[in-house]
């Protein structure tokens, strides 16, 4: 084998190796421009990691008589790139360029055959959290804690409406401060 040939080959073996020890830093080419803009991605659902649902239990739920009582106003869907959760149950932590989405659905609650059951309608918006180890962005109102923040209302999936994380987030997320911000509690993936 020719030397320039065997050089390509080992470049291109060391280029896979890198890959995959930095695969989520991709996130910065492809979902955060250099300002520290979030963008959305479009097909999460089908490609991602399901995490975990938070149910928003209803005070008082009024579709039906029956059911009344009963049942969820919301589900929280979560979900997170492929090989995250895999990554987390190694290290126990989120690796750089890990993306965290919480999709909000409102909840339609009815008798069925298994009981008094809710089920996710229709999607209201989108929490997303970047992991950022690096302190990209130290003047981005949207960045910070090791994180970026951001939400996007279901009327506009391509503009975020959050304009600063600190008095938009972080106070709600205090109790999950230990735990890198992320109620982790809610996602058994994470840990068997
Ligand atoms: C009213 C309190 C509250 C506010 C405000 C809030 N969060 Fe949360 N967030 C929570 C709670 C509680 C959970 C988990 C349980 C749930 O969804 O009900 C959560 C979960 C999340 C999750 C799923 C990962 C996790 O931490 O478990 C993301 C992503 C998220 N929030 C992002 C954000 C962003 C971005 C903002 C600001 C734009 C924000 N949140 C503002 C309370 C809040």
Known sequence: MKLRSLVT???LALTSVSLADDSYTETYE????KDGNISLPDNFRDDWTFLGTWSIAAEDVKQSSEASGHGAAGLHN???QRGVAAYFREHDSFPDGAVLIKELLKATTAPMTTGIVSHGSEVEGWFVMVKDTKGRFTTNPLWGDGWGWVLFN????????TKN???ECVGCHIPARDDDWIYTAGYSILFD
Do not use: E, G, N
């Open 9 to 11: 080959l080992l470049i």
């Open 154 to 161: 279901a009327s506009d999936r391509h503009t975020a409406v």
């Open 78 to 80: 979560v979900y997170t």
């Open 165 to 167: 994380f600190k008095t």
């Open 30 to 33: 492809t979902l955060v421009d």
